[in-house]
């Protein structure tokens, strides 16, 4: 028997903890990354890129409406990605090296608490926006767009970079993922550290790599799981 099998107390084996695991990270990454690019196509066809202007998005109904359905799948867009995270982090297992694991751990949680202080100020702003029938006072709009926006697309893009490159060495040095996710990891980790945060769509960098990622995991742990007969 495989020393990760698992067995019950009637003798029965279980699938091996490194095939089942992988499943959970896919599923969780390809969630995460539906969610994230949903989440950055609303507040980027709803919301003006000048941070000066309120916009007249938020007079209209219809834009808060999808605003706060963006706000709404935060909280969820942060767990799928913190399942994500350990799973990954298990399936890499002892294996990983200290020094890239301790950044993929600490980045990736930063990455999840930046997104969710970024939600709930900006979910603040908007129930502001509410209150005044879409035209709040223009300093206190000015100043919260202003941090929730650098939180988010300046910090916890970069932190996402961040994430994206350890994660990537690791996969090449263990050789996790096909060659061309571990290019688009590496290239896209560079384009999101130093390119403008304010270039439209950037941020779909990251949910795209997270989705390659998991499909990569997905496709290797069912040919895992089903290998193909020797002739």
């Not at 009637?10 to 896919?26: H, N």
């Not at 003006?48 to 109904?61: E, I, K, Q, W």
């Not at 767009?145 to 961040?162: L, T």
């Not at 999101?192 to 990251?206: G, H, V």
């Amino acid at each position: 028997m495989h020393e990760t099998d698992t067995v019950d107390e009637s003798g029965l084996e279980f699938a091996p903890r490194f095939l089942q695991t992988p499943r959970a990270a896919g599923v969780a990454g390809v969630l995460f990354a539906l969610m994230f690019g949903a989440i950055v196509v609303l507040f980027r066809s709803v919301l003006p890129l000048d941070p000066h202007s309120a916009g007249a998005s938020l007079t209209d109904a219809g834009h808060r409406r999808d605003l706060n359905v963006a706000l709404g799948l935060i909280p969820f867009c942060g767990i799928f990605f913190l399942w994500f995270l350990g799973a990954v982090r298990s399936h890499i297992g002892e294996a990983e090296d200290k020094f890239f694991a301790t950044i993929v751990l600490g980045s990736g949680l930063l990455f999840i608490a930046m997104l969710f202080v970024f939600g709930a100020l900006f979910g603040a702003l908007i129930n502001l926006a509410g209150l005044y029938d879409g035209d709040p006072p223009l300093a206190i709009w000015r100043l919260g767009r202003e941090i929730s926006f650098n939180i988010a697309i300046v910090y916890a893009m970069r932190v996402g970079a961040v994430f994206m490159f350890s994660s990537s060495i690791i996969a090449f040095r263990l050789r996790i993922h096909v060659r061309p996710v571990t290019v688009v990891g590496f290239v896209g980790a560079l384009i999101l550290l130093f390119a403008s945060p304010t270039t439209p769509w950037l941020q779909l960098i990251f949910p795209f790599w997270v989705l390659l990622v998991s499909i990569n995991i997905l496709v290797l742990a069912y040919r895992s799981r089903n290998p193909e007969p020797t002739p």
